[in-house]
């Protein structure tokens, strides 16, 4: 007697090494959902500020432009936001959550015996598993809590992306959260794409703002050369101006 065709026997059949392949990424998926799982635990327990973070636990979207800075970047971005911080200090991160990440790191070592107030601004309802979220959205310049307004003495900003209508709007965002627009009263770090220079001096500019010497570096690298703009000099970073003609010399 013949035998006859079961429908499982008509199904395409993947090759061993697309098997193998698809098993791999929803591993890491099912990694990556348990690593969320556990900061998010851990955020929730944070009652003091001394616990510890990583970025592994957001996955990066590309799509929506998002390219999170290296450790050491990071790291060195959030220290000048700390730098002669107090208690009172009050400190806005805008769209750049892995320096946020590492200002909790930071303020939860022993090296800072201070608290700052923060205040983490993003688009990515992950981040709300953080008590100092608050949504943003750039193409809303400024519809966020009103007692924010005017509050705050230090900011980082990464606006989203590299078009004149964004950069703009981020650049409404901080003035708006601002406590002075005087560079004497106001800590200022902004980064993004060196061909966004020209518009960050010009719109920034009434509160101090210039290129600086910084390379910013991201965690999986990016095509698009980035820079750093501040209205203040610090250890590890100079004008660039300043820094080129002192080469010169």
Same mark, same amino acid.
């Given at each position: 007697m013949a035998s006859t065709n079961t429908k499982d026997d008509d199904l395409p059949q993947l090759p061993a090494d697309t098997l193998a392949a698809l098993k791999e990424f929803y591993g890491a998926q099912t990694q990556r959902q348990k690593q969320f799982e556990d900061l998010k635990a851990q955020a929730e327990n944070?009652?003091?500020?001394?616990?510890?973070?990583?970025?592994?636990?957001?996955?990066?979207?590309?799509?929506?432009?998002?390219?999170?800075?290296?450790?050491?970047?990071?790291?060195?971005?959030?220290?000048?936001? #700390?730098?002669?911080?107090?208690?009172?200090?009050?400190?806005a991160v805008v769209s750049a959550p892995s320096v946020f990440i590492q200002l909790k790191n930071l303020l939860a070592s022993e090296e800072y015996q201070f608290q700052p107030q923060l205040?983490?601004?993003?688009?990515?309802?992950?981040?709300?598993?953080?008590?100092?979220?608050?949504?943003?959205?750039?193409?809303?310049?400024?519809?966020?809590?009103?007692? #924010?307004?005017?509050? &705050?003495? @230090?900011?980082? @900003?990464?606006?989203?992306?590299?078009?004149?209508? @964004?950069?703009?709007?981020?650049a409404l965002t901080v003035r708006w959260l601002a406590r002075t627009w005087e560079s004497q009263g106001l800590r200022l770090i902004v980064c993004t794409g060196e061909r966004m220079e020209a518009?960050?001096?010009?719109?920034?500019?009434?509160?101090?703002?210039?290129?600086?010497? &910084?390379?910013v570096k991201h965690s999986k690298g990016l095509s698009n050369e980035f820079r750093c703009y501040a209205n203040f000099e610090c250890e590890v970073w100079k004008y660039a101006i300043q820094s080129e003609t002192r080469l010169e010399k």
């Open positions: 944070d009652f003091e500020g001394k616990q510890k973070f990583s970025m592994e636990a957001f996955t990066e979207d590309w799509n929506a432009s998002q390219f999170w800075y290296d450790d050491i970047t990071a790291t060195a971005l959030a220290r000048q936001l #700390l730098d002669g911080a107090t208690n009172e200090t009050r400190i205040k983490l601004l993003e688009y990515d309802d992950r981040f709300a598993v953080f008590k100092e979220f608050e949504r943003y959205d750039f193409q809303h310049p400024v519809k966020l809590s009103p007692e #924010l307004k005017g509050t &705050f003495d @230090c900011i980082i @900003c990464d606006p989203p992306f590299l078009s004149d209508d @964004c950069q703009t709007k981020a518009l960050i001096n010009k719109v920034y500019s009434k509160a101090g703002v210039q290129t600086t010497s &910084f390379e």
